[in-house]
């Protein structure tokens, strides 16, 4: 996106006074800044809610259960290669018997 330069702003700035005239200018631009106001204020008490801070879990050392199912699932993975190749070995390719 292009960068708004100082002569792009000062033609803005040109055509805003012809339309709205000199006396309309000044409350546009008070309304115009009261209501981005109003929206950061209500933008900040809605990250300020989403921001709850969680209490943290504590770090406990792993029990002798919890290590024995680690080593169990540890060695599960080495015959899952096996299984994988029997799966694809059975799939054969497409004889388009089906399709329309």
Known sequence: ???IGPAELLVVLLV????FGPRKLP???KSL????????????????DLNVIA???????PTAAAVA???SVAAVP?????AAHAVTATLAPDSGAHRA
């Open 1 to 3: 996106m292009p960068n």
């Open 16 to 19: 805003a006074l012809v339309v």
């Open 27 to 29: 409350e546009l631009g």
């Open 33 to 48: 800044g009261n209501g981005l106001r109003e929206f950061r204020k209500s933008t900040q008490g809605l990250r300020d």
């Open 55 to 61: 209490p943290s879990p504590t770090v406990q050392a």
């Open 69 to 71: 199912t680690a080593a």
């Open 78 to 82: 080495a015959a899952q290669p096996a």
